[in-house]
């Protein structure tokens, strides 16, 4: 079983409409992040989110929105959607959820990714 | 502005050759160290990573890495590579009382292994 799954895996869209794409966990982290991955440009952190309460913009937050709906879900919206937001999208988690270093934290775990086409 | 540089974008081989991916990365504080490979239509996984200690760490599937704290590099090797082992390879870092406080990502290398 997926511990970290994303729905829908791919999406074609038009310009202008509202898209969310979600992720879930069941690895029982705190931590949740959205990324965006374009060709040659690795990864790109969206926003991030430490917990139910702690949401942060990440590098490139600029027409996108986040919902931390609770310890296991985190969704990703654009809000007006664009051609330039055709991307690969991955959601990460990471935490401790038992005994060891706090660096354990740092270690990310990501989900299969949605691909989202803006035409 | 705190970075991760990989060196090569695309690295082509034939099997059995030997492979090293360089990474540096800029700042000089603490910092854990990874390796994340993502095989072509899949999401990234961990090779391997660096705390604290050995600077000499083993992943899975035969990868090793170095931190060479000196010259801020982590680099990826292996000794023989496989055709299995085609794929993009990320070099993250994070940074103990850096400015972004999260993993930092190279750009990513793309190896071609020819069987």
């Known amino acids: 079983d997926a511990d970290v799954t994303q729905t829908p895996r791919n999406r074609i869209t038009k310009t202008g409409k509202r898209i969310m794409l979600e992720c879930s966990q069941t690895?029982?982290?705190?931590?949740m992040y959205w990324y965006r991955q374009d060709p040659g440009l690795g990864l790109q952190l969206i926003y991030y989110?430490?917990?139910?309460?702690?949401?942060n913009k990440g590098e490139i937050s600029d027409g996108y929105s986040v919902s931390r709906q609770a310890q296991a879900k985190f969704s990703l919206s654009l809000e007006s959607a664009i051609p330039n937001q055709t991307a690969l999208y991955f959601c990460?988690?990471?935490?401790?959820?038992?005994?060891?270093?706090?660096?354990?934290?740092?270690?990310?775990?990501f989900g299969p990714g949605t691909r989202l086409t803006v035409l | 502005a705190q970075s991760v540089s990989q060196h090569n974008h695309h690295v082509i081989l034939s099997e059995a050759a030997s492979l090293e991916l360089g990474c540096n990365y800029s700042?000089?504080?603490?910092?854990?160290l990874f390796w994340y490979v993502q095989y072509p239509g899949q999401h990234l996984q961990l090779l391997l990573k660096?705390?604290?200690?050995?600077?000499l760490v083993k992943g899975i599937k035969g990868f090793e890495a170095e931190f060479i704290k000196s010259k801020f590099s982590f680099n990826l090797r292996k000794p023989s590579v496989q055709w299995s082992d085609t794929a993009e390879y990320f070099c993250?870092?994070?940074?103990?009382?850096?400015?972004?406080?999260?993993?930092?990502f190279g750009k990513g290398t793309k190896l071609s292994v020819k069987p």
């Open positions: 990460a988690t990471s935490g401790q959820t038992g005994p060891g270093p706090v660096s354990s934290y740092n270690e990310q775990f």
């Open positions: 690895k029982g982290h705190d931590r």
């Open positions: 989110s430490f917990d139910v309460k702690d949401i």
């Open positions: 700042y000089g504080g603490t910092v854990n």
């Open positions: 660096y705390f604290s200690g050995d600077p």
């Open positions: 993250a870092v994070y940074l103990y009382g850096g400015s972004q406080g999260n993993l930092i």
